[in-house]
C-alpha cells in the first residue's frame, strides 16, 4: 500500500481524479452510546461528550461536500450507523439531516438506513427521521427475551421492542432486526424461535450474527472466568443452520451468508459488493473508499474536532490500494457473501481468473457446485464461508 499525505489538497485531488463507481454510498457514524453493551469491544463515547457533535458534523459537510464529486450526481445509499446514531438528541438529528439534504442529491431509488436500540428510538424521533427521507431502520434487539437481554446488556423488554415494531411499520419503514446465536447457555430452540418471533412480527429483513468475543468486554470475562460458558463449536454450527432453515421457511430468501429478506426488501448498503462503489465517510471514527483510496476519518473527537474546525478533510489514515490482487480478494469477498459466483463477470471487472484446483476440491468436498461459468456455495460452503473463501483467494490468478 502507498500512504497518501493527509490534507485538504490531497484530498481533493482524490475526489477529482478517481474513477467514480456505480453506486455512491454515505456512511456516517455516530460514536456514542448510552452504556456499553456487554459484549460490544467497539470505540465509543458516553452521550456526555455529543454536546457539540452535530455542529462539527455539519462543519465537515460545509467544509468539502460543496466539491464537484459531491455535486456531480445523485447518492444511492445513507447509512447511519454506530454507536447509536439515536442517542443524539431530535435538534441534533434534525441538524445533520438538514444539511445532508441541503447539500447532497438522492438517487430515485435511494435506501437510507438508520440503526438503533430499541430505547433509543420512540414516535416522535421515526417522524422525524421520515421527514428527512429516511427509509429504512435497523434494530438492534439480538434477543427478544429478558433473560438473553440481560445477559447482553440491552435493555428494554418484550412490550417495548413490540410496541416500537409496530411504530416503525405503521410509519411505513422498511424493518431490519439483528439476532445472535453462539450465545452462552443458548440452546437451538432459543435460537429458532427468536426467528419465528421476527417472522410473526413481519420484519422486512432478518440478520442473523454470531456473537463474537473481542476485546476487552464483561462478557468476555465472564466466559474467560468459567461464569457462563459459550456453546460447542458444533452446536453453533448447527444453530446457524436451524436460523437459515427457520427463516427459509418462514417465506425468506436467503441472500446473504448471515441475512435473509421478504422478496425485494435485501439491503443496498449490504448487498453491492464492497469493490464496486464509492463510500464517504461523515463523522468521527466514519471509513470510507474514493475509488482505490482507503480513508478512516479520527475517531478521537479531539483530534476530529481539530481537524473539522482547521477546514481539513478528518481522516487521520488515506491509503490507496495499489495491489491488483489485493482488490480482486476484495471484491471476491464481497460477492462471495452472496453465496454465489460468476467467474466471467469476476474477469471482466478484476483482469483476474480462478485457478480450477481449489475449485474442484471444493466441489468434491461438497462446499459449492459449479454449472460452466456459475458457482453456487451449498448449505456447507455457507457454515465454513471462511475457509471457503480463502481457499478461493489463493487460487486468484492474473491473466
Given at each position: 500500500m502507498m500512504t497518501t499525505k493527509v490534507?485538504?489538497?490531497?484530498?481533493?485531488?482524490?475526489?477529482?481524479?478517481?474513477?467514480?463507481?456505480?453506486?455512491?454510498?454515505?456512511y456516517f457514524h455516530t460514536p456514542f452510546c448510552a452504556s456499553r453493551c456487554n459484549y460490544c469491544?467497539?470505540?465509543?463515547?458516553?452521550?456526555?461528550?455529543?454536546?457539540?457533535?452535530?455542529?462539527?458534523?455539519?462543519?465537515?459537510?460545509?467544509n468539502h461536500f460543496h466539491l464537484p464529486y459531491f455535486q456531480e450526481a445523485p447518492f444511492d445509499v445513507f447509512f447511519f450507523g454506530g454507536g447509536t446514531p439515536t442517542v443524539l438528541e431530535n435538534h441534533q438529528l434534525e441538524a445533520i439531516l438538514a444539511n445532508l439534504t441541503k447539500y447532497l442529491s438522492f438517487s430515485s431509488d435511494y435506501e437510507f438506513t438508520v440503526e438503533s436500540t430499541v430505547r433509543h428510538l420512540d414516535l416522535e424521533k421515526l417522524k422525524l427521521l421520515k421527514k428527512y427521507g429516511v427509509n429504512r431502520i435497523s434494530l438492534g434487539i439480538q434477543a427478544f427475551d429478558k433473560e438473553t437481554r440481560n445477559l447482553l446488556g440491552r435493555p428494554a423488554d418484550f412490550h417495548q421492542i413490540k410496541k416500537l415494531i409496530y411504530q416503525i411499520q405503521e410509519e411505513g419503514f422498511t424493518l431490519n432486526t439483528d439476532l445472535m446465536y453462539g450465545l452462552p447457555n443458548q440452546t437451538l430452540d432459543h435460537v429458532k424461535e427468536q426467528i419465528e418471533i421476527a417472522i410473526d412480527f413481519g420484519v422486512d429483513n432478518l440478520s442473523s450474527y454470531r456473537l463474537q468475543l473481542l476485546g476487552d468486554t464483561p462478557l468476555?470475562?465472564?466466559?474467560?472466568?468459567?461464569?457462563?460458558?459459550?456453546?460447542?463449536?458444533?452446536l453453533v454450527e448447527e444453530m446457524q443452520l436451524i436460523a437459515m432453515e427457520t427463516a427459509v421457511k418462514g417465506g425468506y430468501v436467503h441472500?446473504?451468508?448471515?441475512?435473509?429478506?421478504?422478496?425485494?426488501?435485501?439491503?443496498?448498503?449490504?448487498?453491492?459488493?464492497y469493490g464496486n462503489r464509492d463510500m464517504i465517510p461523515l463523522g468521527s471514527g466514519a471509513g470510507g473508499k474514493i475509488g482505490n483510496f482507503r480513508c478512516f476519518n479520527a475517531p478521537d473527537l479531539a483530534s476530529f474536532r481539530e481537524k473539522v474546525n482547521e477546514g481539513l478533510?478528518?481522516?487521520?489514515?488515506?491509503?490507496?490500494?495499489?495491489?491488483?490482487?489485493?482488490?480482486a480478494q476484495e471484491r471476491?469477498?464481497?460477492i462471495l457473501e452472496s453465496m454465489q459466483l460468476d467467474l466471467s463477470l469476476f474477469f471482466e471487472n478484476t483482469g483476474f481468473s480462478v485457478d480450477p484446483t481449489p475449485l474442484k476440491y471444493l466441489e468434491n468436498e461438497g462446499f459449492l457446485e459449479t454449472k460452466g461459468e456459475k458457482i453456487r456455495l451449498h448449505?456447507?460452503?455457507?457454515?465454513?464461508?471462511?475457509?471457503?473463501?480463502?481457499?478461493?483467494?489463493?487460487g486468484i490468478i492474473k491473466i
Open positions: 490534507d485538504t489538497v490531497s484530498l481533493e485531488n482524490v475526489f477529482e481524479n478517481s474513477p467514480r463507481k456505480a453506486e455512491r454510498v454515505l469491544p467497539f470505540y465509543k463515547y458516553t452521550t456526555a461528550k455529543q454536546s457539540d457533535y452535530a455542529e462539527l458534523v455539519v462543519k465537515q459537510m460545509q468476555k470475562k465472564r466466559v474467560e472466568s468459567g461464569k457462563v460458558n459459550l456453546p460447542e463449536e458444533k441472500w446473504n451468508t448471515k441475512n435473509y429478506a421478504k422478496d425485494g426488501k435485501e439491503c443496498r448498503y449490504t448487498r453491492t459488493p478533510f478528518p481522516s487521520m489514515m488515506v491509503k490507496e490500494v495499489t495491489d491488483d490482487l489485493k482488490l471476491l469477498k464481497g448449505t456447507k460452503g455457507i457454515l465454513n464461508f471462511q475457509k471457503v473463501y480463502t481457499k478461493i483467494s489463493e
